[in-house]
């Protein structure tokens, strides 16, 4: 009597629980392929959208950065004095002249650094360190 009484139960066990496993395994694998395939056409239908809202939210600020600098420009041309009026003239005429020459300097300094084949060679006196 060599032979185990429980033998053949324990194996047909573990053969029930393996399969067990195994269906609950493939089970969990169709639901997560599921679920990214669902997630995936959620997210190909949302860019669209919010890619829609986003451009309708730069149009809105567009609209009215150009709304209230022409309306205050309109506004301050028609309602203030001669005296203002002049003067806010002549500082946008000063305005635009300096932006010019600002940019003319930037330009310049842009074009002479690209002419330029200068290498700067340090030098640095002293003593030579250590095992030179």
């Known amino acids: 009597m060599n032979e185990e009484p429980f033998a053949d139960v324990t194996n047909e066990s573990s053969s029930a629980t393996r399969e067990a496993f195994k269906d609950l ?14 997630a995936k056409k959620a997210a190909e239908n949302a860019v669209p959208v919010f890619k829609k809202e986003v451009e309708k939210g730069v149009h809105d600020i567009a609209f009215g ?27 946008a005429e000063s305005g635009r002249k300096a932006a010019e020459s600002c940019a003319a300097k930037a330009k310049a300094r842009e074009a002479s650094a690209e002419r330029s084949d200068t290498v700067i060679d340090i030098a640095i006196d002293g003593p030579e360190p250590s095992g030179a």
């Open 25 to 38: 395994a493939d089970a969990a694998k169709k639901a997560c392929n599921a679920g990214k395939a669902d």
């Open 65 to 91: 950065v150009g709304y209230l600098s022409t309306f205050a420009g309109t506004l301050l041309k028609e309602l203030a004095p001669e005296v203002v009026k002049s003067g806010a003239a002549e500082g």
